[in-house]
């Protein structure tokens, strides 16, 4: 119950395509959703994040959308370009604990 | 602000040895966290600290490990005696409100032959 599962584990993405990666959990406790970008050699960065009380949170070309009945999340990125080849990875956290449960991982890259 | 630092970058250590990570936080962080990187397990949690005190140890994963915070500048996670499949990238991470996101470090890679 404690689980983020994520997906795709890779994915190739044409300049100027749309990336989609998708998260899940099944603890309706958890009440903050962040998306973190990491790029190689370097520690997880904070890039997005939303909480349940909206469906849709629009930053730039990143875009969350959640589906609170579904138990799901996902991180599209507009207009893919290659410097967002990157690892992507989604969290959850419950308010008055402070420990992130991660996803697996999305490894992007986009062709130029 | 210089971000989150840490040091070594790499390490290179024979089984056995004692191996000692830090970490800096931002000025002014008062959670600080140490997670581990592998390919198999994702980011895993060890531990964190709030105003220099641990508050949850559970992820740390046997007592070969431990973990301080001395002052507000500065943490240490010592493994002693490594072991191979402790090779891993570890990270530091320090927030000012730990609920809503992370500063990472760059990592520290760890090698154990």
């Known amino acids: 119950q404690q689980q983020v599962k994520q997906s795709p584990q890779s994915l190739i993405v044409q300049k100027g395509g749309i990336s989609i990666i998708n998260c899940a959990y099944e603890?309706?406790?958890?009440?903050?959703f962040p998306w973190y970008q990491q790029f190689p050699g370097k520690g997880p960065a904070l890039l997005i994040a939303?909480?349940?009380?909206?469906s849709e949170k629009k930053e730039g070309r990143f875009t969350i959308s959640f589906n609170k009945s579904a138990k799901q999340f996902s991180l599209h990125i507009m207009d893919s370009q290659p410097g967002d080849s990157a690892t992507y990875f989604c969290?959850?956290?419950?308010?008055?604990?402070?420990?992130?449960?991660f996803g697996t991982g999305t490894r992007l890259k986009v062709l130029a | 602000d210089a971000g989150v630092i840490q040091s070594p970058r790499h390490e290179v250590t024979e089984m056995g040895q004692e191996v000692t990570l830090r970490c800096k936080p931002i000025?002014?962080?008062?959670?600080l966290f140490w997670y581990r990187q592998t390919m198999m397990r994702g980011l895993e949690l060890l531990i964190y600290?709030?105003?220099?005190?641990?508050?949850?140890d559970s992820g740390m994963p046997e007592d070969r490990f431990s973990a301080k915070m001395p002052n507000a500048s500065f943490s240490t996670l010592k493994i002693q005696p490594s072991e191979p499949r402790d090779s891993a990238v570890y990270f530091c991470?320090?927030?000012?409100?730990?609920?809503?996101?992370?500063?990472f470090g760059s990592g520290t890679r760890l090698t154990v032959v």
């Open positions: 991470a320090s927030s000012g409100d730990a609920q809503y996101g992370y500063t």
């Open positions: 939303i909480r349940p009380d909206v």
């Open positions: 600290f709030n105003n220099n005190v641990p508050i949850d």
């Open positions: 000025s002014g962080h008062d959670y």
């Open positions: 969290a959850a956290v419950r308010s008055g604990t402070y420990k992130y449960i």
């Open positions: 603890n309706t406790a958890f009440d903050y």
